[in-house]
Antibody, heavy 122, light 113 residues
Framework: ITLKESGPTLVTPTQTLTLTCSFSGFSLSTTAVAVGWLRQPPGKTLEWLALIYWDDDKRYNPSLERRLTIAKDTYRDQVVLTMTNVDPVDTATYYC???????????????WGQGTLVTVSP | DIVVTQSPDSLAVSLGERATINCKSSQSILYNSNNKNYLAWFQQKPGQPPRLLIYLASIRESGVPDRFRGSGSGTDFTLTISSLQAEDVAVYYCQQYYATPPEFGQGTKVEIK
């Protein structure tokens, strides 16, 4: 299983950020599979952002839900995250990750992409 | 939200000695129906993504050396590195995944003394 994030490295405040996760080694058409997005500001801890399941069910961190949209393209093996109205505090390394197949509600990620650093600055 | 707090923030241990990191959750993350603790440990080296070491508080992920041991239940958990190796220098995070949103601790930096 591998995942790789792509997107802009620099975004202007108030713009919309769009990130793409391209993955291999699994399919988002398989029952119980899910992919999530997390981020890590420089020198700080990790924050979970959003998750999408094989059946298109979606979960969002309540603290950011109104700004986030997650979507999947099963045929391209990709998951896209959009974040509206970005601010310098959104500067972080953004990771996509595979949810562990534990067949329950819990959100644990066992495979991670290398991450992409996004800087929000005028 | 269930918050997890780690201690200490950093520690320096001699090669071959034991390193111990603690993690405390703001409420119990033991699911009584299956008697499992939804607590994981990650290792992160500079410039790398987090690596899953331990899940369900004490189960080592495939390929993780057995010098890494997770223990604890309810609200108090521990990651022990029994004999610190040079390649173990990293930041370690605990994560609760009992509730949504999952939350990570602030991290513990492990260095060589």
């Amino acid at each position: 299983i591998t995942l790789k994030e792509s997107g802009p490295t620099l975004v202007t405040p108030t713009q919309t950020l769009t990130l793409t996760c391209s993955f291999s080694g699994f399919s988002l058409s398989t029952t119980a599979v899910a992919v999530g997005w997390l981020r890590q500001p420089p020198g700080k801890t990790l924050e979970w952002l959003a998750l999408i399941y094989w059946d298109d069910d979606k979960r969002y961190n309540p603290s950011l839900e109104r700004r986030l949209t997650i979507a999947k393209d099963t045929y391209r093996d990709q998951v896209v995250l959009t974040m509206t109205n970005v601010d310098p505090v959104d500067t972080a390394t953004y990771y996509c990750a595979h949810k562990q197949d534990n067949s329950d509600w819990s959100l644990l990620f066992d495979y991670w992409g290398q991450g992409t650093l996004v800087t929000v600055s005028p | 939200d269930i918050v997890v707090t780690q201690s200490p923030d950093s520690l320096a241990v001699s090669l071959g000695e034991r390193a111990t990191i603690n993690c405390k959750s703001s409420q119990s993350i033991l699911y009584n129906s299956n008697n499992k603790n939804y607590l994981a440990w990650f290792q992160q080296k500079p410039g790398q993504p987090p690596r899953l070491l331990i899940y369900l508080a004490s189960i080592r992920e495939s390929g993780v050396p057995d010098r890494f041991r997770g223990s604890g239940s309810g609200t108090d958990f521990t990651l022990t590195i029994s004999s610190l190796q040079a390649e173990d220098v990293a930041v370690y995070y605990c994560q609760q995944y009992y509730a949504t949103p999952p939350e990570f601790g602030q991290g513990t930096k492990v260095e060589i003394k």
